[in-house]
């Protein structure tokens, strides 16, 4: 089984052993510069775990474009940096300026495709903008992934015609999801991934604890009977899709 988005330096070590001895692959988040540190510390502990280097649109406030030529020079200093990201747009609360956003995600945007890597969108609250800065830049030849789903339909078929894969956490588990249950439905199986953003968003069943990757497997259960797939092939599919998208076959 394999956690597509986890960040964990802010997990306590025992459940970053735990996790990295029962899944098969996972992919650590560094999204601010002391995030960054600590995600490619982790990558060169762990065989099994990759990193993903960015900027979240919340920790680009004194941002520079020197900082995005610096996290260039890191993701070709570390064969462990698989992705770039999470990067992209959160406009739910007013941390940073619209503006600020879209300008460092463009660059992020741009630094991907230059590397050719694969690119992790965080998008909450932005499902046109998102489209609309993503469009000027389609089509994504190395693909990326739409994390921790959240927005409409319309969203979910322009990023599927973009390249990227889309990825479900454990909200999918709340009872008021419905409406991203539905979207989940309609992802082609080989266009979709499972993830558990840990420490956020523990699936139902856990809900209250601080979430790990190993939690992975609740939601698996909850998607292998909410798709009507028995739950060894959705791990099957996942993981493969997962390891095609960053060419780990």
Known sequence: MVDTHCHLDMIPLQDVEESVKRLDYLLTIGCDKQEIKKALEIGSKYENVFVAIGYHPYDIGDLTDKDIEELENLIKENSKVIAVGECGLDFYREKTPKDKQEYFFRKQIELAKKLKKPLII?????????EK???EYAPF???GIMHCFGGDERLMEFSLEAGFYISFAGNITYPKADNLRNILKKVPLDRLLLETDSPFLSPQKVRGTQ????????????????????????EKTTDENFKRLFSLN
């Open 122 to 130: 965080h998008s909450r609250s932005a499902d046109r903008e998102t």
């Open 211 to 234: 979430n790990k990757p190993s939690n992975i497997y609740y939601t698996l259960e909850f998607a292998s009977e909410l798709l009507g797939i028995e739950k060894s092939k959705l």
């Open 133 to 135: 800065i993503l469009s």
């Open 141 to 143: 030849e190395s693909g």
